[in-house]
């Protein structure tokens, strides 16, 4: 900062000081920046409305109420670009890798991609909801599983619906459907998982219900068709023991 003359008053002295603190405050602030700043700029939101949420949880056990850490505002989603290959040509030549290959005899569970599914991932029977949940976020995986970023650049609305199409295009079991559309949170015994929510014994309106009013399963709603939780209710009903959450004692 250049001197300034003494016969210069002082009110005048102080507003020069202030003018050039300021100035300077300005200077250090578009150095530190990267010039790419543009509030009018639009954002880029991911596919479909789809709610990513903070930061991911790891993947472990989780209070129903949910240690929720404090949320901010995700990175801008790509576009994706769009897969030119069928339904089928994406679960076996991608997701097959983890998922494994409902189509060999006998079938392939894949490998164990995590302690909550001893038996394998399998998805046949996975709707669109429960792609888009693990691809951009639900209760559990905050922004996704995290296996699965590699996809959300190249997977478009339209790739997702065609492999939702090709695992709905197999008889799909009770079993299948629960672990396709509960098992992430619930595990696939239904006893907790990593929500530590005991569901055996849930009848399907039950489910109906919970999808509706719990907010940690709205990435479900507007999505399963009533067979659907028909289908998994019957399954938590073939489970049903005293130790579960259903308020019902099974010896009456």
Not at 240 to 247: E, M, Q, T
Request: with cysteine; proline share 8%; charged share 25%.
């Amino acid at each position: 900062m250049s001197q300034i003359p003494m016969e210069v008053p002082v009110v005048a002295r102080r507003v020069y000081v202030s003018a050039c603190v300021a100035g300077f405050v300005a200077v250090l602030a578009v150095a530190c920046s990267d010039g790419t700043v543009n509030p009018s700029a639009p954002s880029v939101a991911a596919p479909s409305g789809i709610d990513t949420g903070s930061e991911a949880m790891p993947d472990e056990r989780v209070g129903i109420a949910g240690d929720r850490k404090p949320r901010r505002t995700p990175p801008p989603t790509p576009v994706p670009v769009g897969l030119n290959m069928t339904g089928e040509q994406i679960v076996l030549q991608i997701c097959s890798g983890c998922h494994g290959n409902f189509d060999q005899d006998p079938p392939n569970p894949g490998p164990t991609v995590s302690r909550y599914f001893p038996n394998g991932r399998k998805n046949l029977g996975e709707r669109t909801c429960s792609i888009k949940g693990a691809l951009y976020g639900t209760f559990v995986f905050r922004n996704g599983v995290p296996a699965m970023d590699f996809l959300k650049p190249l997977l478009s609305d339209a790739n997702i619906q065609s492999v939702a199409d090709y695992l709905n295009s197999r008889p799909v079991t009770n079993r299948d459907r629960f672990i396709t559309t509960c098992a992430g949170c619930h595990g696939e015994d239904a006893r907790g998982g990593r929500v530590g929510e005991n569901i055996v014994g849930e009848s399907a309106d039950e489910v109906r219900k919970a999808i509706g009013e719990v907010d940690h399963m709205r990435h479900l709603r507007n999505c399963l068709p009533r067979s659907d939780t028909d289908q998994i209710g019957a399954f938590l009903s073939s489970l049903d023991d005293d130790d579960d959450d259903d308020d019902s004692d099974d010896d009456d």
